[in-house]
């Protein structure tokens, strides 16, 4: 695809003749057979034209332009199709989520045409769509965006099986906020496969798209993300709670620890608080083993203690 995709011009070649993949403008792809015309950030005047080609509402052309709306299909006439999915894109926004994008395409029996409503985020080598026909082209499409969505849950799945691992090897050290995000991430990839797999079945039902093997490829593979992608965010979400359990287990250990060092310091400062008292006659003062003795008796009370505490398994 040419640079000057992302910035068409009246005379940008936007479009290609599939048999040859020889560039076209895009008047011509839209005037001539077995072509396809691929935009990104459409101007005003090609998205017009597509709309006259293919007979297209204002509402059609809304959700053509916008890039969050969710995986739709719609017969618009006898053999016409506008199918929109979505996607992840190799970029992030500025909180560290992934971006998530949706790409629409139009095909019937002389062209289609395939719209990022901003940037191109995927490149289609045009050696991939040579020799292809129409509808065969669409799939290809089809299932060229699709190989990306599951590429990144695989990734995603390799990505938090480290994350996992880190937190389960040091609770202490956990990136409990990584861990939700990255679950988070994949129960929103598991809605997007569903939801791209429902858009593709119904294609798969028209005329000219029925029993073609790359969609049913393509709805397998939606399928299989969808399930991966709800599976390890189901695991994720246990190992978020194992580790809140061995935090909790952590922390009630310290406290443990920490009352029963109270409770054996007590003792020992109740008796020198009575010692450091002030008064005239205390008869222990004036024996020579006064001082040894008190001190003993502190060291034999926590002893005792800590052995009650042991033998009671309260420590």
């Not at 996992?164 to 990255?182: I, N, P, S």
């Amino acid at each position: 695809m040419q640079a000057t995709e992302n910035q068409p011009t009246r005379t940008s070649n936007l479009g290609n003749r599939l048999h040859t993949m020889a560039p076209l403008s895009w008047q011509e792809t839209l005037q001539e057979e077995e072509t396809i015309l691929r935009l990104s950030k459409p101007e005003d005047e090609i998205l017009q034209a597509v709309q006259r080609r293919f007979n297209l509402d204002e509402l059609h052309l809304k959700d053509i332009r916008n890039p969050a709306h969710p995986p739709h299909f719609t017969r618009l006439g006898k053999d016409a199709i506008h199918i929109i999915l979505r996607f992840p894109v190799d970029a992030t926004d500025p909180d560290g989520e992934t971006i998530n994008t949706s790409v629409s395409l139009l095909a019937d029996a002389r062209m289609c045409v395939l719209i990022w409503p901003v940037e191109r985020f995927h490149i289609i080598p045009r050696e991939a769509l040579a020799g292809l026909d129409v509808h065969e082209c669409a799939c290809k499409i089809i299932h060229i965006l699709v190989d990306h969505l599951l590429h990144r849950v695989y990734q995603m799945r390799e990505d938090m099986d480290d994350v996992e691992d880190a937190c389960l090897a040091d609770v202490g050290k956990a990136d409990m906020a990584l861990l939700l995000q990255m679950r988070k991430e994949l129960s929103s990839l598991a809605r997007i496969a569903t939801s791209n797999g429902i858009a593709i079945e119904k294609l798969r039902q028209e005329p000219g798209f029925s029993g073609n093997l790359r969609l049913a490829d393509a709805i397998e593979h939606m399928n299989r993300a969808a399930v991966m992608a709800e599976s390890k965010a189901e695991q994720a979400l246990n190992v978020m709670q194992a580790v809140q359990s061995l935090l909790s287990q952590r922390l009630n250990d310290v406290m443990k620890f920490l009352a029963v060092i109270t409770v054996i310091m007590t003792p020992m400062g109740i008796i020198a608080g009575i010692f450091g008292m002030n008064f005239t006659h205390m008869d222990i003062l004036s024996s020579p083993y006064g001082f040894q003795a008190s001190i003993w008796a502190m060291l034999l009370l926590g002893v005792v203690l800590a052995t009650y505490f042991k033998i009671r398994k309260w420590w």
